[in-house]
């Protein structure tokens, strides 16, 4: 073997020494921008899906969500639209005094009406509908999922007004999230029920 020869071995070994460790360095680096930039986009559903799911399928589970979400055509509602909503609200905030139970149930319709508005598909399933809110309304879906959850709890048993109070509170921090301009905008809430 010659001199050269030699050297260009030490030369390809040195590289790919190099390679062995920069190549993982890379990727790790790519790995905790991803999930900076997730957790960013995200914010406490990138947490609850984390957990569910744990960090790798959580990130691959919230990224399929933006992936999907981009397909759909959504849109802003029109200033009639959000009047006409807003009347709606305030409508089912009069139903509440007389029949909780009924007004609890006309919100989470309302809320899949102003979806349907805003270009969301609303006639899929619970979770469906939450995963596509979570892309743009990552700070309210858990409402929507904690009014949902008192709202399945008391379906069977007797629920007191409270719980039903609670849960209508829940669907209006979502239906005022979903009235606002863009994406998801700051949320205004009116007082809740008494």
């Known amino acids: ?33 991803r999930a900076i930039a997730l957790r960013e986009r995200f914010g406490p559903e990138y947490d609850r899906t984390v957990e569910r799911y744990g960090p790798r399928r959580g990130q691959r589970v ?6 999907h979400v981009e397909e759909i055509e959504l849109h802003e509602l ?12 305030t409508s089912l905030q009069g139903q509440f005094v007389d029949d909780p139970r009924g007004a609890v149930g006309h919100a989470n319709e309302l809320i899949k009406e102003v979806m349907r508005a ?56 979502l239906f005022a999230d979903l009235l606002q301009p863009g994406p998801a905008g700051p949320t205004t809430l009116t007082p809740a029920p008494a």
């Open 1 to 33: 073997m010659t001199e050269t020869n030699i050297a260009w071995i030490v030369v390809g070994a040195l590289v790919l020494v190099a390679l062995a460790i920069v190549v993982p360095m890379l990727l790790a680096r790519m790995t905790r921008q």
């Open 78 to 89: 029109s200033e009639a639209d959000r009047e006409r909503f807003t009347s709606a609200w």
């Open 118 to 173: 805003r270009g969301y598909s609303a006639d899929s399933g619970f979770e469906q509908r939450a995963a596509d809110l979570s892309v743009d309304h990552p700070d309210v879906v858990q409402h929507y999922r904690a009014a949902r959850e008192l709202a399945q709890a008391g379906a069977g048993a007797r629920m007191n007004t409270e719980e039903l109070r609670q849960a209508f509170v829940h669907y209006r921090a």
């Open 62 to 67: 919230l990224a399929a969500r933006a992936r």
